[in-house]
C-alpha cells in the first residue's frame, strides 16, 4: 500500500490526459467530506459537507473544509455533485456559493430539497441540476453517471466519472441493505456493469472497514423500537439527525401502532421533515403530527417527541432537555430513544447529556443497552463483496479516520488489488490518474475553516490553543506602571486573574520572578514599555510552569507613569 511522506511539495502541471483528485475533507476524520477532480484545466466537486467539534475546539459551530486552492479558480468550476443530503456531505455548500453562487449544484430531488432549505436561510440563490440513478449525463469535459446506493437517508448516490483518464468509481456513503425500508437497493448490477467497462480507480466508503460481517438491515431495529413503545409508561423523546428519514419512518411508524401522537421539536428537525413529507420521502397519517401547545393537553402515555441533540451539541434541543434549559421538562418516567450513531469524538458530549437525563429520571435507551441504531455504512463483507464485483485497478479509500482508510485498503489487498495500487492518503495529498495508474504527485493546503458564530475562517489554530489554556488554565493580566525616565515601576506590579487559584502566595512569587527579571534586564539597558510586556509575560509564563506545572494564558500591560 502506498502512503506519503510528510513534507509532500506542490503537485506539478496535470497532464492533459490526466485526472487529478484532491481530496480537501473526509479524509483521516469523519465528515467535512469533500473532493475535487481536474482534468482538462476544469474542475468537479463532489459533495461539500462540514464537520462538528470536538470538546477542544470550543466555541466552534461547524468545521469548513478549506477553499484556499479554488480561489483563483472559481470560474474553472463546473459543477458540484452532491452524494445524499447528511450535513457532513451538504453543509459546506452555502459557504463555497457565497464565493461564486452560480455554480450549478447537481443532486437528486431530496438532497437538492435539503440544501434549498439551507440556501434560504443564506439568503443564496439556487442553481439546481436534479438527476435520478440511471441517469448519466455530460458536465463540461465530465461524464457522469449516477447510481442508487442506500444509506441512513434516501435517495444516495453512487458516482461513475468518466474522463480521457479512465474511469472512476466514488461510492458516496452506502451500504448493500438488502431489505431496504424504500425498496432501493443498492444498484450492484450497475457496479458489476462498470466492472466490464474497467474501472480505473475506485473511492470507497471506509466508516464500517474495522467492522467484520455485514451491516444489520434497518427493518432489524423495529422490535427494539416497538418494545420501547410497548413499554414506556409516560413520554417518548426520540432523538435522532434531523435528516435521517428512514430512522423518523420507524418511529412514526411505532406511534401508530401504538396510538401516539407525534410533535417535531427543533427549527432543523421540523424543516427536514416537513420537506420529507411534502416530497413524499416520510409516510405520516393524517392528524397524526400536532404542535407542542396540543401536546400539553395530552395524556403523558400519548406523547412522542421526535427532536436533534443525539451526538450531545450544546444547543441542541436534547442537551438542552439535560440542562434544565428548555421549555420540556424531563421527569420521572420518560423515556429518551437515541436513535443515532455516536460520531468519534462525541463520546463525552453525549454521555453527559445521557448522565444529564437519566439524573432527571429518564429511561434512556441507546446503541449501547439495546439494538435501536444500525449504521448506513457498509462492513468489511460488504466491502470485500464490492472489490469482488468492481474489480478495480487502483483503489483510494475515502470517508474515515487513518484506522478506517488502513483497513479498508488492507480489504483492497485481500480481495486482489495489487498492494502498490492501494494509496492511502489524507486531506490535502494530491492523487494524479494517469495512463492508467494512480499514484501520490504533492500535497496542497486542506486546513481545518472554524465557523464561529457569524465569523468564518476568523478562528486559527492558535485562537483554539489560546481558547484551551482559557478553559484549563485560566488567564492572568499583568497591570505594571513604568517610570519612562529611570526605567524602574513606579509601584508594584498588579495581577488579575480569571480561572486560576487567586492567593496570597503565587502573587508573591510571581512579583519577586518579575523583580529579578526587571534587575537583570536593566542592567544591560534601560528598557521600555513594549520590552517590559514581553519580559513580565515570558518569565512568569516560565515560573508559573516549572512552580504550578500550569500554563495560564499571561497578558501583560505596561504604561507610562
Given amino acids: 500500500m502506498s502512503t506519503h511522506d510528510l513534507d509532500l511539495s506542490a503537485p506539478p502541471v496535470l497532464p492533459s490526459r490526466g485526472l487529478r483528485i484532491i481530496p480537501l475533507g473526509g479524509l483521516g476524520e469523519i465528515g467535512r467530506n469533500m473532493t475535487v477532480f481536474e482534468h482538462k484545466g476544469k474542475l ?3 459533495d461539500c459537507g462540514v464537520l462538528f467539534p470536538e470538546d477542544n475546539q470550543p466555541g466552534i459551530n461547524v468545521i469548513l473544509p478549506d477553499f484556499s486552492i479554488l480561489r483563483d479558480r472559481l470560474q474553472d468550476i463546473e459543477a458540484i455533485v452532491l452524494t445524499h443530503g447528511h450535513e457532513d456531505h451538504i453543509g459546506a455548500v452555502p459557504y463555497l456559493l457565497k464565493e461564486r453562487g452560480d455554480i450549478p449544484v447537481i443532486g437528486a430531488k431530496l438532497t437538492l430539497a435539503f440544501l434549498a432549505a439551507k440556501l434560504q436561510e443564506h439568503r443564496l440563490s439556487q442553481n439546481f441540476v436534479e438527476v435520478k440513478e440511471g441517469e448519466r449525463r455530460t458536465v463540461g469535459v465530465f461524464d457522469l453517471e449516477f447510481i442508487a446506493v ?7 448516490l453512487a458516482i461513475a466519472l468518466r474522463t480521457e483518464a479512465g474511469l472512476l468509481l466514488h461510492t458516496g456513503d452506502f451500504k448493500m441493505d438488502q ?8 444498484d450492484l448490477g450497475a457496479f458489476a456493469r462498470l466492472a466490464e467497462e474497467g474501472v480505473d480507480l475506485f473511492l470507497t466508503d471506509s466508516t464500517n472497514a474495522e467492522v467484520p460481517g455485514f451491516t444489520t438491515a434497518e427493518k432489524d431495529i423495529g422490535p427494539a423500537i416497538d418494545t420501547v413503545f410497548r413499554t414506556s409508561p409516560r ?9 435521517h428519514v428512514h430512522r423518523i419512518q420507524q418511529v412514526i411508524d411505532a406511534a401508530v401502532k401504538h396510538n401516539r401522537k407525534v410533535a417535531f421539536v427543533g427549527r432543523s428537525m421540523v424543516r427536514n421533515m416537513g420537506i420529507a413529507t411534502e416530497l413524499g420521502y416520510l ?5 397524526l403530527i400536532v404542535d407542542m401547545k396540543a401536546l400539553e393537553r395530552m395524556k403523558d402515555d400519548k406523547v412522542v417527541l421526535i427532536c436533534t441533540g443525539s451526538q450531545g451539541e450544546p444547543m441542541a434541543a436534547l442537551s438542552r432537555m439535560a440542562n434544565r434549559e428548555h421549555i420540556i421538562k424531563i421527569g420521572e418516567g420518560d423515556t429518551v430513544l437515541l436513535a443515532s450513531s455516536l ?15 437519566t439524573r432527571w429520571g429518564a429511561n ?3 446503541k449501547g443497552n439495546a439494538k435501536v441504531h444500525v449504521s448506513g455504512h457498509a462492513s468489511a463483507g460488504e466491502l470485500a463483496y464490492c472489490y469482488n464485483i468492481v474489480k478495480p485497478t487502483n483503489v483510494m479509500p475515502v470517508h474515515g479516520e487513518w484506522r478506517h482508510l488502513k483497513a479498508n485498503a488492507e480489504l483492497a489487498v485481500q480481495t486482489g488489488v495489487e498492494e502498490d495500487r492501494v494509496l492511502i492518503v489524507e ?9 492508467g495508474r494512480a499514484s501520490i504527485t504533492g500535497r496542497v493546503q486542506a486546513d481545518y475553516v472554524f465557523v464561529d458564530g457569524m465569523t468564518v475562517g476568523g478562528a486559527s489554530e492558535a485562537a483554539m490553543e489560546d481558547r484551551r489554556r482559557l478553559a484549563e488554565d485560566g488567564t492572568i493580566t499583568i497591570l505594571g506602571i513604568l517610570n519612562a525616565k529611570t526605567g524602574l515601576l513606579s509601584e508594584p506590579v498588579e495581577f488579575l486573574a480569571r480561572g486560576f487559584v487567586h492567593d496570597d502566595e503565587w502573587v508573591r512569587g510571581a512579583t519577586k520572578v518579575i523583580d529579578e527579571a526587571m534587575k537583570v534586564a536593566n542592567r544591560v539597558k534601560t528598557v521600555n514599555g513594549a520590552e517590559l510586556e514581553d519580559l513580565f509575560t515570558s518569565s512568569v509564563s516560565r515560573w508559573m510552569q516549572r512552580k504550578y506545572r500550569r500554563s495560564p494564558l499571561i497578558t501583560s500591560v505596561v504604561v507610562d507613569a
Wanted: neutral net charge; without cysteine.
Fill in 44 to 46: 468537479l466537486i463532489i
Fill in 427 to 435: 486531506d490535502g495529498v494530491v492523487v494524479d490518474l494517469i495512463d
Fill in 150 to 156: 442506500n444509506h441512513s437517508i434516501p435517495d444516495g
Fill in 343 to 357: 460520531i468519534p469524538g462525541n463520546e463525552n458530549s453525549i454521555y453527559r447529556v445521557i448522565n444529564g437525563l
Fill in 179 to 186: 431489505f431496504p425500508l424504500d425498496k432501493r437497493l443498492t
Fill in 364 to 366: 434512556v435507551v441507546h
Fill in 235 to 243: 413520554r417518548i423523546i426520540v432523538s435522532s439527525f434531523a435528516s
Fill in 283 to 287: 409516510k405520516v397519517p393524517k392528524n
